[in-house]
């Protein structure tokens, strides 16, 4: 018999910086993505940098969420 929790969706939701983050988790997302500082086409956004980065994977891991991050590529001619 398969749980019912295997099939549901996952509520994915965008953080710019920490407290969009911990909104997140709060409002009950199961993974949350960010960019990251070098890495990001929302070049104005506050974005994670390294250190942040493993913070926020930490801080998600430990409350059972997961931490995508976005790694976007610029093309200039």
Not at 6 to 13: C, G, Q, R, S, T
Not at 50 to 73: I, P
Request: proline share 3%.
């Amino acid at each position: 018999m398969n749980n019912i929790k295997d099939h549901l969706p996952e509520l994915l939701a965008p953080a710019k910086d920490w407290d969009t983050l911990r909104v997140a988790v709060a409002a009950g997302a199961d993974a949350v993505y960010v960019g990251g500082k070098l890495f990001s086409a929302r070049q104005f956004a506050t974005n994670f940098d390294r250190q942040e980065l493993t913070a926020a994977a930490d801080y998600l891991h430990l409350r059972g969420r997961k931490l995508y991050v976005t790694v976007n590529t610029l093309i200039k001619q």
